[in-house]
């Protein structure tokens, strides 16, 4: 099954919780209750089924096995994140259920989830096909990492290293090179993530675009840049005498050295999120950034 022919009909589901959350724990067993009286396979990932006590139902995320035809992630962004870049492999349908503060990427709150489930079992819901980043890190001619990620790749420096250089280019075309505490690569998902606290621009999901953010550079003339996701972006790190390092979504950390390569292109495939009929993204912007506001 092509990630562009996600399934209509709801057969097996996977629930994933919250780490040590009481409340995501109860959701998970009310969305499990809900789902096994409609005839719907549930299996858990291994952390979810061993907190909810059903480890013959575990399932490892992103593994070899056939995946359900829907992931159900109760939490915050981050939990969605983590499984994102687990199935990104295998990508299907991810209904986020909301239990953190402000929740950009999860559609629904526990209140609502067993009617948005009921909903989705019948057929009436939409879906937005994410795209993510799929960022390798080349070091002295070899690949050494190579991951997909949803909202950003972050390249920083840690507490106490001093501004960095990071060079830039587009379509192997050389573009400038940042003095900065940083340089953020996001997509339109993550703008309203790191880079917008980085001062860069609210990207609306369904433009195929990514951002390049600087972080706190040192030169008011260096500004955000937004590229066609069918770009390849090159991060040459020509800094030799500080901690620097690469992190995906906030998420993931990867240590880096001085000429280290991270090259950055779109995800071969996207990132498949059920979208509520109930509230727009320009509502989701108003709720929870007040913006606009006076």
């Known amino acids: 099954m092509s990630a562009d022919t996600a399934p209509r009909t709801i057969a097996s589901v996977t ?28 299996t858990f990932d291994p952390e979810t089924a061993r907190a909810l006590g059903r480890r013959r139902s575990s399932r490892v995320l992103g593994g070899r096995a056939t995946p359900p035809d829907l992931y159900v992630v ?5 939990t969605l994140l ?11 349908p991810i209904l986020g259920v909301n239990l953190g503060g402000l929740g950009f990427l999860t559609e629904t709150g526990p ?15 939409d879906l937005d096909r994410r795209s993510g980043l799929e960022v390798t890190v ?36 050389q573009v400038t090179s940042y003095k900065s505490d940083g340089l953020i690569i996001s997509t339109p998902t993550g703008s309203t993530a790191y880079s917008l606290s980085a001062g860069g621009p609210i990207v609306h999901p369904n433009l195929k675009a990514f951002l390049i953010t600087p972080i706190c550079p040192h030169t008011l ?4 840049l937004v590229v066609p996701d069918d770009s390849l972006a090159e991060l040459t790190l020509r800094t030799g005498d500080s ?52």
């Not at 050295?257 to 996207?270: F, H, I, Y």
């Open 111 to 125: 209140d609502e989830m067993e009617e948005m489930l009921e909903e989705i079992l019948t057929g009436r819901w």
């Open 82 to 92: 983590m499984v994102a870049r687990s199935i990104a492999a295998q990508p299907r």
């Open 74 to 78: 109760i939490g915050g962004d981050g």
């Open 138 to 173: 080349v070091r002295a001619g070899r690949t050494i990492m190579r991951q997909m990620t949803l909202n950003d790749a972050v390249i920083n420096k840690s507490a106490l290293a001093r501004i960095i250089e990071i060079g830039l280019s587009i379509d192997r075309e």
């Open 15 to 42: 629930i994933v919780a919250k780490r040590r959350a009481s409340e995501a724990r109860m959701a998970a067993r009310r969305c499990s209750r809900l789902l096994e009286r409609r005839g719907v396979t549930v």
């Open 243 to 294: 901690e620097v390092y690469l992190t995906l979504d906030g998420q993931v950390g990867h240590p880096l050295k001085t000429k280290d390569r991270v090259r950055v292109r779109r995800s071969r495939q996207p990132i498949l999120m059920i979208r509520s009929r109930r509230t727009s993204y320009f509502e989701v912007l108003r709720h929870k950034l007040h913006w606009g506001e006076r």
């Open 221 to 224: 003339s260096m500004r955000p």
